[in-house]
């Protein structure tokens, strides 16, 4: 039969195990929502601004896209 010390130290290291899982679960949470929510705000444009010819124009939700954009609809 196990002593009560040996549950302690099982019960212990489950707790540990539950706790460092439970933040590594939050800090992808964290990271991916801020991932998800920064949208454009972190990106820089890889062409100075220069849309024409640009491989990621279609997609592209900076400023400078929206106006080149703009500009091609005829607005």
């Known amino acids: 039969m196990h002593s009560s ?3 302690f130290e099982s019960r212990r290291e489950f707790l540990r195990a539950a706790g ?3 933040l590594l679960a939050l ?3 964290v990271s ?3 991932a998800w929510s920064r949208g454009s705000a972190g ?3 890889a062409r100075q601004g220069v849309c024409r010819g640009c491989a990621v ?3 592209c939700s900076l400023p400078q ?3 080149a954009k ?3 609809a005829g607005g």
């Open 43 to 45: 990106r820089r444009c």
């Open 27 to 29: 800090l992808a949470a």
């Open 5 to 7: 010390a040996e549950r």
């Open 32 to 34: 991916g929502l801020a």
């Open 65 to 67: 896209a929206l106006s």
């Open 70 to 72: 703009d500009a091609q």
């Open 20 to 22: 460092r899982g439970g």
């Open 57 to 59: 124009f279609a997609s």
